[in-house]
């Protein structure tokens, strides 16, 4: 079993209480109770200093690609270095609580082809736009505290220049409208043995964040509520009581 979490093994039906480091953080960042943005806590953040070493350790992971990044607070960027010759163009203009990394491994086995309808001015023609699609994983690094979410997911490029914009969880369901988890999803395209190598390569990402002081919540502790705080008006969320991952991770409208 993966000693950073990210195994196939069966949940805990059972919540633990949240642990002090991280209820000692929310506290510290949250001390009026309230979810907010601000921009003093990007501008200020610890994640700047690290994030020229978490980039170059990210982009040379052997077998895999950093293939995109996301910035808290970015609209319009061409990202390349000498590392990639992906460019980076965000599709949004939200500001986000963290700074999001997406990696793929470099075998044929997590490509696919894809496409998408063209968005044209006129409803009576149809354009379908080719792409290519990338099964990989998602890190997210929250700007407010050293924790770090790391999940599953996918990411699509177009020829026209456009691509998705990978979150922190997948969305997805099966033919009777029941929610597929990611590994359900994922097993289903590259099989049990593409699994592995998907949850290795989560694995090899989660050391280089602890190696730097950055915790990664396991799936139990991102589920855990903190029924004592309440979403600011602008922060983008669903309902229900907040959670760990929603106090840490969130994207502001």
């Known amino acids: ?35 907010e943005m601000g921009c003093d806590r990007l501008e200020e953040s610890y994640f700047h200093e690290l994030y020229p070493k978490l980039h170059r350790q990210f982009s040379r992971i052997k077998g895999a690609s950093l293939r995109y990044e996301r910035e808290a607070e970015e609209q319009v960027h061409d990202f390349k270095d000498d590392d990639s010759d992906r460019s980076c163009l965000p599709m949004d203009d939200q500001t986000y609580s963290y700074h999001l990394f997406f990696l ?17 001015a006129d409803p009576d023609v149809e354009e379908v ?15 407010l505290a050293p924790f770090a979410v790391v999940a599953l ?3 699509q490029e177009y ?17 009777n409208g029941e929610r597929l988890t990611a590994e359900e999803l994922f097993r289903s395209q590259v ?3 593409g699994l592995r190598l998907l949850y290795n390569l989560c694995d090899q990402a989660a050391k280089v964040l602890e190696s730097h ?7 139990q502790q991102q ?31």
């Open 1 to 35: 079993m993966s000693h950073y979490g990210f195994s196939m093994a069966a949940k805990r039906r059972f919540e633990a209480p949240i642990p002090k480091p991280i209820l000692d953080a929310i506290n510290r960042v949250w001390p009026n109770r309230m979810v």
């Open 104 to 120: 793929c491994p470099d075998d044929e086995l997590f490509r696919y082809e894809t496409d998408e309808e063209a968005d044209e």
């Open 129 to 143: 736009i080719s792409g290519e699609g990338f099964i990989g994983c998602v890190v997210g690094v929250s700007l």
């Open 153 to 155: 997911n996918d990411f």
């Open 159 to 175: 020829q026209d220049g456009s691509h998705s914009c990978p979150e922190l969880e997948v969305c997805a369901f099966d033919e």
């Open 191 to 193: 099989g049990e043995a």
């Open 213 to 219: 002081g950055i915790t990664v919540l396991s799936e």
């Open 223 to 253: 589920r855990q509520t903190l029924p004592w705080l309440r979403a600011g008006q602008a922060v983008l969320r669903e309902g229900g009581p907040l959670t760990v991952k929603e106090a840490l991770f969130f994207a502001e409208l």
